[in-house]
């Protein structure tokens, strides 16, 4: 028996026709459509027949079963030259649209320009978690207390910091830290070495950089 599936799409609903004889593919295509009437009435129909061969005639036949059951047969997909014919010949679409992309201008990039490794962490790093890289480091996420991060440049974290960050280990004193919430276990740039001291107020987004030769924080601004 000649299989058939059904799957919800975002341009309606496609069926997929299996392997086999079409006097068989198609009582078994029509007993689904009626088995789910109410589900494809008013729906946009997809039938995809793979590379099974579909004249006019069959697909003609087909197209006035659906039509009595009020289902909109819409689109026809196949490998087969003579059933895409056939559904060009009734109107049918025989692909999906393509989307349309809008040009954008954009500044040119000036490929002058020094670039830097970095590595993106779009996740929170939890207590056990280690990171060591050699460039920048950005987070996307927390850096929860136990969780480590070791960079040769920058780190920058959009969200909270409460384990240990180092950062320009390889003696870069111009690396700074940066988070929105920086409470860290421990910071380290170059050689200086810092710990958080107790929290007064409301957290801010603080960057924290050698400054004759000591770790300091300041308020982050854009």
């Not at 060591?132 to 480590?148: K, L, M, R, S, T």
């Not at 384990?163 to 919430?181: E, F, Y």
């Amino acid at each position: 028996m000649t299989a058939i599936s059904i799957k919800g799409i975002k341009e309606g609903v496609l069926v997929t026709v299996g392997d086999g004889e079409w006097s068989e593919a198609l009582p078994a295509l029509l007993a689904k459509m009626r088995e789910n009437a109410e589900f494809f009435r008013g729906a946009r129909l997809v039938l995809q027949f793979g590379g099974r061969g579909v004249n006019a005639s069959e697909l003609g036949k087909l197209r006035g079963e659906l039509s009595d059951l009020q289902i909109n047969l819409w689109m026809v997909l196949s490998e087969s030259t003579v059933t895409i014919n056939a559904a060009k010949s009734f109107g049918l679409e025989t692909e999906f649209p393509k989307k349309e992309i809008l040009p954008v201008d954009l500044p040119p990039i000036p490929l002058h320009e020094d670039g830097t490794q970095a590595i993106l962490i779009d996740r929170t790093l939890r207590s056990g978690k280690s990171v060591n890289f050699d460039g920048h480091v950005v987070v996307i996420g927390d850096v929860n207390a136990g969780a480590e991060i070791i960079a040769t440049g920058n780190v920058v974290v959009w969200g909270r910091v409460r384990g240990t960050v180092q950062a320009g280990v390889k003696g870069d004193t111009a690396a700074v830290v940066c988070a929105l919430d920086l409470a860290p276990t421990q910071l380290r740039i170059a050689d200086a070495i810092a710990t958080s001291p107790k929290r007064r107020g409301k957290p801010e987004p603080e960057i924290a950089l050698v400054r004759d030769g000591k770790i300091v924080a300041e308020r982050w601004k854009a």
